[in-house]
């Protein structure tokens, strides 16, 4: 089966299953074959398909920002108000209560809470926890309790995947709305030749744009999604997994290593200017990961360029606004955009983004900028770019273009893209190649402007 076609989905799922679910939403797959369900894939290949559209440069929907330490997140030190913990020490009574019946709600319900609940009782805890945390802290354990699903267990809830058109949530096999935003898929086909599907993706259970849990379910059909486990986790006590954001998560399979390797694209809360991708491992899809750092593509391996990120340093105050480099550790970076234009060492800034994998390559394609993509091939652990193998390449220079897809279909790589117009929906975009390693291999559709003339990159203009 590894050696079909990409473009060859539907003759793994003899329907157009999925297909009709990317359409919807939007994410990635790799398929996996292996000997069995769970042993350990034997080849990959993945398949990709664009997702909506959304600019890097106005997505965000939150705008407090966080303060990093070895130990603690979000300090305000410069700050002389007094921060008030009141609201969350009621909330968190409230969600106490609760978690005494927790064993009668959806699983990932139960799991929601019980993080929520333990962020909480750590920023309780803090002497320099700012305001802005212990709101939204407090505003997240509110809004865990009012999402609670009793569990409600159906294996066989839908005969087919369909579109709603009454914007009705699709349920797990517990009864919850699946959370699973702007992910990825890996197929793991057993020697029986059944087929496992895992599926990874943002939980926005909270209605915000910062980090909330990055959720893995499993299915038999592609029909009936089970919860299984949210893998990676917001954690007050660790400043890279918290005051984060952390979307559109991708999976890839490693043979070599016999790992599962899970991509994010990372950035402080409030701003896209850090601009970097974060990256986890582990032996089994549904965890434990380890938690491997952030960095734009192609920083050096030294500690001096990875595990930085761009934030406000005092988020209680009105005037102390201005942008600042800091390591996890608290260490502030002179400037931060002076220091990381030199990319040679920094890497490349990285938003929207997608991996392929093709046998025991892979590569990420991302965006750049507000202009254009990038595209790298990864090292053989999948764990990080490898400047030493493919030469990285810009894509598309003043096309504005993000959210890729990539899939092969015969001798074709194809790339599927949107332009950037925030929330508000565009013309998507496709190009090809057969050389992934040719920068001028890439052909683009044309398209006829206003002005009646053919262009490869038209104008676009936003509604809303």
Known sequence: MANQHHFKL???LKTNLLVALFSMIGL???IISSKAATAIPKKSVSIVTTASSSSSSSKINSSSSSNSSSSAVSQSSASTQTVNKDNLKNALKQADNVAAHLSDYAKISQNLLRTAISNGQI???????SQADIDQQTDVIKATMAGMVKENYNPNRYAAVVNHPDNTQWLDTDGAPIQAHGGGFVQVTGSDGTPTYYWVGEDKSHN???FNGINLYTSKDLKNWTYVNTILKPNANDPAMFDVIMERPKILYNQKNKQ??????WERQGSYSSSQVAVATSQQADGPYKFLGHWRPGADSNSKYRNWGVKILNPNSSTDTQPTGVYDNGTKMTDYKTETADTAHWGTPSRDFTLFEEGNKAYIISTESGTMMRIYELNSDFTDVDKQAMKSYELF???RREAPALVKAGKYYILATSQQSGWSPNQGRYSYTTDLS???GWKVNRT???????????HWSARG
């Open 123 to 129: 920023l309780a805890k803090k002497s320099d926890a």
């Open 208 to 210: 915000h744009a910062f």
């Open 260 to 265: 599962f390797v899970v991509w994010a694209h």
């Open 10 to 12: 539907t003759s793994f």
């Open 448 to 458: 006829t402007s206003s002005s009646g003339n053919e262009v490869d990159t038209p």
């Open 397 to 399: 220079a003043n096309a």
């Open 438 to 440: 040719d920068p001028n």
């Open 28 to 30: 990635s797959a790799t």
